[in-house]
């Protein structure tokens, strides 16, 4: 079964709507800790759209479970990630233009080898944001990377049946791919209380990392109702 990342960038977003002090992020992942998250994740953008270097900074020293820094491949991010010491580092593609992280990394990229290089050498575990694809996992495995995180993007957006099935064939397949190489199993983006039971259920499924769905239903509900619903269904095998 697999454990419950929650991303809490959105409750940064509507604290930076006003460039205020309310809601805490922090606050916000010790409610999901309350409620059976395994793993706060958070992505330091370079734009700071969300999560500030002080949220991270203070994430550290309160959090309780496993941190998840997830952060491009540019040296400012990579001297943060070190100063900051996560369990792991999620190497994320990033365009400032974009909405949210709307591809997986292109695993080619100099760049990212360097990056997974000076991390590893800090001692943090990294893993790779990337499409379900075979040439991508085949070079997440050339690179050395612990984990791989599938981006379930395109599963997520699948409302035609046809192609959501499809899309899960293509997830799955994917894991399968992973596993047989022999690195961590992760997935990840747009899932939601709808979507997220069959992509759970994908055998040696490890994490997911799951947040504007958690943070919209906290709206509602609270964060510990939300984060528990989520984890209720994460662990329905
Ligand atoms: N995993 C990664 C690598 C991401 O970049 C994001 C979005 O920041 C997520 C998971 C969470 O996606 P969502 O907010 O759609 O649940």
Do not use: W
């Given at each position: 079964?697999?454990?419950?990342?929650?991303?809490?960038?959105?409750?940064?977003?509507?604290?930076?709507?006003?460039?205020?002090?309310?809601?805490?992020?922090?606050?916000?992942?010790?409610?999901?800790?309350?409620?059976?998250?395994?793993?706060?994740?958070?992505?330091?953008?370079e734009?700071?759209?969300?999560?500030?270097?002080?949220?991270?900074?203070?994430?550290?020293?309160?959090?309780?479970?496993?941190?998840?820094?997830?952060c491009a491949c540019v040296d400012e991010m990579l001297r943060?990630a070190?100063?900051?010491?996560?369990?792991?580092v999620c190497l994320v593609p990033e365009k400032?233009?974009?909405?949210?992280?709307?591809?997986g990394l292109d695993v080619r990229g100099k760049h990212v080898e360097r990056a997974v290089k000076v991390l590893q050498?800090?001692?943090?575990?990294v893993?790779l944001f990337i499409?379900?694809?075979?040439?991508s996992?085949?070079l997440s495995?050339s690179l050395?990377v612990?984990?791989?995180?599938?981006?379930?993007?395109?599963?997520?957006?699948?409302?035609?049946?046809?192609?959501?099935?499809?899309?899960?064939?293509?997830?799955?397949?994917?894991?399968?791919?992973?596993?047989?190489?022999?690195?961590?199993?992760?997935?990840?983006?747009?899932?939601?209380?709808?979507?997220?039971?069959?992509?759970?259920?994908?055998?040696?499924?490890?994490?997911?990392?799951?947040?504007?769905?958690?943070?919209?239903?906290?709206?509602?509900?609270?964060?510990?109702?939300?984060?528990?619903?989520?984890?209720?269904?994460?662990?329905?095998?």
């Amino acid at each position: 079964m697999p454990t419950l990342g929650v991303n809490i960038d959105h409750v940064a977003t509507v604290r930076q709507a006003r460039r205020t002090i309310e809601p805490d992020p922090v606050t916000a992942a010790a409610a999901a800790e309350n409620a059976g998250a395994d793993q706060i994740t958070v992505h330091l953008r370079e734009d700071r759209r969300h999560i500030q270097d002080e949220d991270v900074f203070r994430l550290r020293e309160s959090l309780r479970v496993r941190m998840n820094l997830e952060c491009a491949c540019v040296d400012e991010m990579l001297r943060i990630a070190i100063a900051i010491n996560p369990d792991q580092v999620c190497l994320v593609p990033e365009k400032r233009e974009e909405v949210t992280t709307e591809g997986g990394l292109d695993v080619r990229g100099k760049h990212v080898e360097r990056a997974v290089k000076v991390l590893q050498e800090n001692g943090i575990m990294v893993s790779l944001f990337i499409d379900p694809d075979e040439e991508s996992i085949s070079l997440s495995k050339s690179l050395a990377v612990e984990a791989v995180e599938l981006h379930t993007g395109a599963y997520a957006g699948a409302h035609d049946p046809a192609e959501h099935e499809k899309q899960l064939a293509v997830l799955s397949n994917a894991s399968q791919l992973v596993r047989e190489l022999g690195m961590h199993l992760h997935a990840g983006h747009g899932l939601n209380y709808e979507n997220v039971v069959p992509v759970a259920k994908i055998d040696g499924m490890e994490e997911l990392n799951i947040g504007h769905s958690i943070v919209s239903r906290s709206i509602f509900v609270g964060m510990e109702d939300a984060v528990r619903e989520m984890k209720r269904l994460v662990s329905s095998q």
